[in-house]
């Protein structure tokens, strides 16, 4: 890939945060992964509260929506509502595969939905795209926070 990328992982199943590490390292998406376990965490981490205060700016989230605390679907919602966060991309990776979820995301204004392979090839497969839609393909927004279209 061209570039690295800040990415935010927010997931709670250290089973999948395990194969989207490997994934990554697989597919050699240039990365430097971020993992919040929860709702609650991934707002403190974009909003540099607590013990986040110096943490990177993300270029991207990946978000679950099956989270404790404060679920994926809130959290989107809360990103797309600040004007601090609203313009990082969001990629829904969830096993949900329902039209409700899915429609959902969208109304939300993720940037994406996916619904995660069962099979680890594919999984790694979707990874690997992901990584290269986002690296290579897409112009991603840096901070822009605070201009007006």
């Not at 199943?13 to 965490?41: C, F, H, K, S, Y």
């Not at 978000?63 to 004007?83: C, F, M, Q, T, Y």
Request: a negative charge; charged letters at 25%.
């Amino acid at each position: 890939m061209d570039r690295s990328m800040e990415i935010l992982l927010v997931e709670d199943n250290p089973a999948d945060v395990r194969l989207m590490q490997e994934a990554l390292r697989e597919t050699r998406v240039g990365n430097t992964l971020r993992v919040a376990a929860d709702g609650i965490e991934a707002m403190a981490y974009l909003r540099h509260e607590g013990g986040y205060a110096n943490m990177p700016r993300p270029d991207i989230v990946l978000l679950d929506l099956n989270l404790p605390r404060k679920n994926g679907h809130e959290v989107l919602a809360e990103i797309k509502s600040d004007p601090m966060l609203k313009c990082i991309p969001v990629v829904i990776m969830t096993t949900s595969s329902s039209s409700e979820d899915i429609c959902r995301s969208y109304d939300l204004q993720a940037n994406c939905h996916i619904t995660k392979p069962a099979d680890i090839d594919r999984f790694i497969g979707a990874v690997g795209i992901l990584g290269e839609h986002w690296l290579k393909v897409a112009s991603l927004p840096g901070n822009c926070a605070g201009v007006v279209a």
